[in-house]
């Protein structure tokens, strides 16, 4: 059984920072790609980052691009988000999801999920 495991959410002022593990077991994230997705109230689910732990290729949302860094630890099948700079609107439940292969954005293209992890920043 495939799951995949996010931790490291929590409260933070604008300008701190956060770092979201994503832990997969039955399941190995290499060779795969993995999305980090934000959901915010009433907004659709929306991608920030996403690494092919493959070749490694990164991508991220414009808003984040220099303050958010994605990144593999292979010895320990998981992936993490990096966050610095944090701002309010960036608020939301943070989501993992794995897909085979092919970065794509649209988060209905990704066949695994983990069970999400808040992040609050106030100003």
């Known amino acids: 059984q495939v799951q995949l495991v996010e931790s490291g959410g929590g409260s933070v002022q604008a300008g701190g920072s956060l770092r979201l593990s994503c832990a997969a077991a039955?399941?190995?994230?290499?060779?795969?790609?993995l999305g980090w997705f934000r959901h915010a109230p009433a907004k659709e689910r929306k991608r920030v980052a996403a690494i092919d732990t493959g070749d490694y290729t990164t991508e991220y949302a414009d808003t984040v691009k220099g303050r958010f860094t994605v990144y593999e630890e292979k010895d320990k099948n998981t992936v993490i988000l990096q966050m610095d700079m944090l701002k309010p609107e960036e608020s939301g439940i943070y989501y993992c999801?794995?897909?085979?292969?092919?970065?794509?954005?649209?988060?209905?293209?990704?066949?695994?999920w983990g069970q999400g992890t808040q992040v609050t920043v106030s100003s």
């Open positions: 999801a794995s897909r085979q292969q092919g970065l794509v954005a649209w988060y209905g293209d990704y066949s695994y």
């Open positions: 039955g399941y190995m994230l290499s060779r795969k790609c």
